[in-house]
């Protein structure tokens, strides 16, 4: 897992889909400060790439869910992921609103699971975790079991590390935090000297003001 998780920090960091700005932040949905942005959704524009995440997701699932009777992407970034993973191993496909529809059916699952079947949820990026498991929460209520998820990328976050684990929801990802940021060193994407910013701020994201 660890080439695996360097090599896609590479790639991401190839196509500017992962942006470290310590002295420039962003400003997150959220309203969170952050020195740190990832946007997968780029990966939908480079067919090999696309493919490399298709095919890995596809394998870790095999590897570790390998009961999983549907797939289910969280809208709406992991809609296009699941969808092709779903179909490559030729699986129902689901996907899950943040909010139920506001007119027709009101729907918060678009798509069709049926009562006991094994679900593994696929989300393109976890940082507090509580979007991902909002959607674990709707399709338990739908009377399925979910087995697991996969994501393109963590910020492995201590908040989320501990709600993942409350919720009983092994979560398995491409890369992650550490090796973005030891990919983005050794290619001097960033300097030594802007480590410590970034990791103040992981540690504490919610109250990281950049000035201090």
Same mark, same amino acid.
């Given at each position: 897992m660890k080439n695996l998780e360097r090599l896609?920090?590479?790639? *991401?960091?190839? +196509?500017k889909a992962i942006k470290l700005q310590p002295s420039n932040p962003f400003t997150w949905a959220s309203g969170w400060k952050s020195p740190f942005y990832c946007d997968n959704r780029k990966t939908l524009s480079y067919p090999s790439?696309?493919?490399?995440?298709?095919?890995? *997701?596809?394998? +870790?699932?095999?590897?570790?869910?390998s009961t999983v009777d549907a797939i289910a992407g969280v809208?709406?970034?992991?809609?296009?992921?699941?969808a092709l993973v779903a179909d490559e191993l030729n699986l129902p496909f689901v996907y899950v609103r943040s909010t139920p529809k506001d007119h027709g059916l009101e729907n918060l699952i678009e798509g069709e699971l049926r009562p006991?079947?094994?679900?593994v949820v696929i989300e393109d990026l976890v940082s507090t975790g509580k979007s991902s498991l909002k959607a674990v929460e709707a399709i338990r209520r739908n009377g399925c079991d979910v087995?697991?998820?996969?994501?393109s990328y963590t910020y492995d976050f201590p908040e989320a590390e501990k709600a993942f684990k409350e919720a009983h929801v092994p979560l398995i990802t491409l890369t992650n935090y550490e090796a973005v940021i030891e990919v983005a060193l050794r290619t001097e994407y960033i300097a030594?000297?802007?480590?410590p910013t970034l990791d103040r701020w992981r540690k504490d994201p919610a109250n990281w003001n950049p000035e201090d």
């Open positions: 896609f920090a590479e790639k *991401l960091l190839k +196509i790439l696309r493919s490399f995440v298709k095919t890995e *997701l596809t394998r +870790i699932i095999l590897e570790h869910f809208a709406t970034g992991a809609i296009p992921q699941g006991g079947m094994k679900v087995i697991g998820m996969v994501a030594e000297e802007e480590i």
